[in-house]
């Protein structure tokens, strides 16, 4: 969530909203005699249509959100979803015992998930939902924490925990570093190596680490992380040194993907020593914002003094969460769609969106104009740079006009060691067809012949330019 400071002293006098005599319920005239303020509360109240016609003229000035090609959320779902969600939007999702078949359904799609991920005995998995990944990150990163302070009670809080992670996780690890005050190691980016390594991650590790975060579907450029190579390098130190060190899987993205498309890739529970796996049921779980999940091996991964149980409102609820209330739609939404598809409509919707990238993929690298770094065969994602040679332009203008076809595509600039590259990323999504990827395709080869024609790139600050990666 963004932090948001109040208008400055430039802005504290400035023009209120305008408001069409049109906007009135019955007579164009009434009530339009003096416009409401933007930064403070009007002193009387609006007609409904008004206040509705205002608030609806300001945000067309958003970006098309079905083209945004930069964001891994939902941008559409069928209309009996949208119902359904309209119809739970009033439930409270941690009233468990008000809403008794809302939490059941809850209850479901972690048994569901917990079966699709290989749980040994997914009757035993414990998880939960959350607001998004990064609320499931955090829970998963307090888990291991909190074992790992079990495991070194006679030395903590005097040694300082530590994650490893590679470089390119997603900015949620940060914060949960930052929050929990535990030392963050990365390892960087090399060559055409883009997310973690598995043996630097393991050289990375001593026994003040709690865990090590393995990415399935890198935000940079879609790009898997070798989860079984990490769990093999992290069985080879035990067998060195004694440690035991548990891997968590941020599977974002690829935990919805990767278990209908890539069956033969070992990531999940599988590996013993994966303990929790997150994912987002708003990217490619095909459910509208917000929704996360966060899953646990068993109860033994999941310290119970973690587990509040509250007598709140006539019932005994355990809970788990950063956040209290929060609407049951999207939960909702996330068992009318695993009901909706089951395995195989899963495979069908993913195979189509991974067919659209790597054909999206094939057609701008045919353009000569630019260097694929991956090709959607991983993720439904892919990255491109310009291609050696390309000096008139870089990849910052090339976003910056595409914004003017109304394309949303980030430009941005690696972490260490790859601060050298820059690059465009396209998400494709469910609903983000052949057609709209052809159109995508039109536009951005009608814009290289001008772009050929510059002198010289013309973004000046690289670092005020599109930056967004998430």
């Known amino acids: 969530?963004?932090?948001?400071?109040?208008?400055?002293?430039?802005?504290?006098?400035?023009?209120?909203?305008?408001?069409?005599?049109?906007?009135?319920?019955?007579?164009?005239?009434?009530?339009?005699?003096?416009?409401?303020?933007?930064?403070?509360?009007?002193?009387?109240?609006?007609?409904?249509?008004?206040?509705?016609?205002?608030?609806?003229?300001?945000?067309m000035l958003d970006g098309n959100s079905r083209l945004n090609l930069a964001t891994f959320v939902t941008t559409w779902m069928e209309p009996q979803a949208g119902v359904l969600m309209a119809d739970c939007r009033d439930k409270n999702m941690i009233d468990k015992d008000e809403y008794?078949?809302?939490?059941?359904?809850?209850?479901?799609?972690?048994?569901?998930?917990?079966?699709?991920?290989?749980?040994?005995?997914?009757?035993?998995?414990?998880?939960?939902?959350?607001?998004?990944?990064?609320?499931?990150?955090?829970?998963?990163?307090?888990?291991?924490?909190?074992?790992?302070?079990?495991?070194?009670?006679?030395?903590?809080?005097?040694?300082?925990?530590?994650?490893?992670?590679?470089?390119?996780v997603q900015v949620c690890w940060d914060k949960f570093c930052n929050f929990w005050e535990v030392e963050a190691r990365q390892v960087p980016m090399e060559g055409d190596r883009f997310h973690l390594d598995p043996k630097a991650a393991a050289e990375l590790c001593d026994e003040n680490t709690i865990g090590v975060v393995g990415v399935l579907g890198s935000t940079f450029d879609g790009s898997y992380e070798p989860i079984a190579d990490l769990c093999a390098a992290l069985d080879?130190?035990?067998?060195?040194?004694?440690?035991?060190?548990?891997?968590?899987?941020?599977?974002?993205?690829?935990?919805?993907?990767?278990?209908?498309?890539?069956?033969?890739?070992?990531?999940?529970?599988?590996?013993p020593r994966v303990s929790s796996i997150n994912t987002s049921g708003?990217?490619?779980?095909?459910?509208?914002?917000?929704?996360?999940?966060?899953?646990?091996?068993?109860?033994?991964?999941l310290p119970e003094e973690l587990v509040f149980r509250v007598n709140y409102l006539g019932g005994d609820m355990p809970t788990f969460a950063l956040n209290?209330?929060?609407p049951g739609a999207q939960v909702v939404a996330q068992y009318y769609t695993f009901l909706r598809l089951g395995r195989e409509?899963?495979?069908?919707?993913?195979?189509?969106?991974?067919?659209?990238?790597?054909?999206?993929?094939?057609?701008?690298?045919a353009l000569d104009d630019f260097r694929l770094l991956t090709r959607g065969d991983e993720l439904p994602v892919f990255a491109f740079t310009t291609a050696p040679g390309v000096t008139a332009y870089d990849v910052f203008d090339v976003s910056r006009r595409l914004r003017e076809r109304g394309w949303l595509v980030p430009a941005y600039?690696?972490?260490?060691n790859r601060e050298d590259l820059s690059v465009l990323r396209v998400v494709c999504r469910n609903g983000f067809s052949m057609d709209l990827a052809e159109l995508f395709v039109d536009d951005l080869s009608r814009l290289l012949p001008e772009l050929r024609r510059q002198p010289r790139p013309s973004t000046h600050d690289k670092e005020a330019a599109t930056g967004f990666h998430h």
């Open 413 to 416: 600039t690696f972490p260490p």
């Open 282 to 301: 708003h990217k490619y779980g095909l459910v509208y914002p917000g929704v996360g999940w966060a899953l646990w091996r068993d109860k033994e991964t």
């Open 1 to 59: 969530m963004a932090l948001h400071k109040g208008p400055g002293q430039s802005e504290s006098n400035d023009r209120p909203l305008y408001v069409n005599p049109f906007y009135g319920q019955t007579n164009p005239v009434s009530g339009m005699a003096e416009a409401p303020p933007k930064h403070r509360l009007s002193d009387g109240p609006l007609p409904p249509t008004t206040a509705y016609q205002l608030v609806h003229d300001e945000l």
């Open 324 to 326: 209290f209330s929060r």
């Open 345 to 365: 409509g899963y495979r069908a919707v993913q195979q189509t969106t991974r067919d659209v990238a790597r054909e999206l993929a094939g057609r701008v690298e």
């Open 100 to 168: 008794p078949r809302t939490a059941e359904l809850e209850r479901r799609c972690v048994a569901m998930l917990a079966d699709l991920w290989h749980a040994p005995d997914p009757a035993a998995a414990v998880g939960c939902s959350t607001t998004g990944s990064s609320e499931a990150c955090m829970l998963a990163g307090m888990a291991l924490k909190r074992r790992w302070a079990r495991r070194n009670a006679d030395r903590y809080p005097g040694a300082r925990p530590n994650l490893v992670m590679g470089v390119n």
């Open 236 to 271: 080879e130190l035990q067998e060195r040194t004694g440690l035991d060190v548990p891997v968590h899987v941020d599977g974002a993205s690829g935990a919805m993907v990767a278990p209908f498309l890539d069956e033969d890739v070992v990531w999940d529970f599988r590996l």
